[in-house]
């Protein structure tokens, strides 16, 4: 139960920290091995964004960055 709240508040951490860097909308999902983020991103999702992304989720999890999937929500 403490592993399922752990990720849950990781996940929601990670939405609202994206959010704040002015994407529209975020939404993060932890695996046992990777992470997925989707995200809106209004004029599309440029490299510069990927890493930013990418940088949020390293600092927040355990997570390496081959681990972590960033996709563009349609």
Excluded: H
Excluded at 3 to 22: D, H, M, P, R, Y
């Amino acid at each position: 139960l403490n592993e399922l709240v752990s990720t849950a508040l990781s996940e929601a951490q990670i939405e609202s920290l994206v959010t704040a860097k002015g994407y529209a909308d975020c939404v993060a999902f932890m695996g046992e091995d990777s992470i997925s983020v989707v995200v809106s991103a209004p004029e599309g999702l440029q490299a510069a964004d990927v890493a930013r992304i990418k940088d949020i989720v390293i600092q927040e999890t355990d997570y390496t960055a081959p681990q972590i999937k960033i996709m563009e929500a349609n």
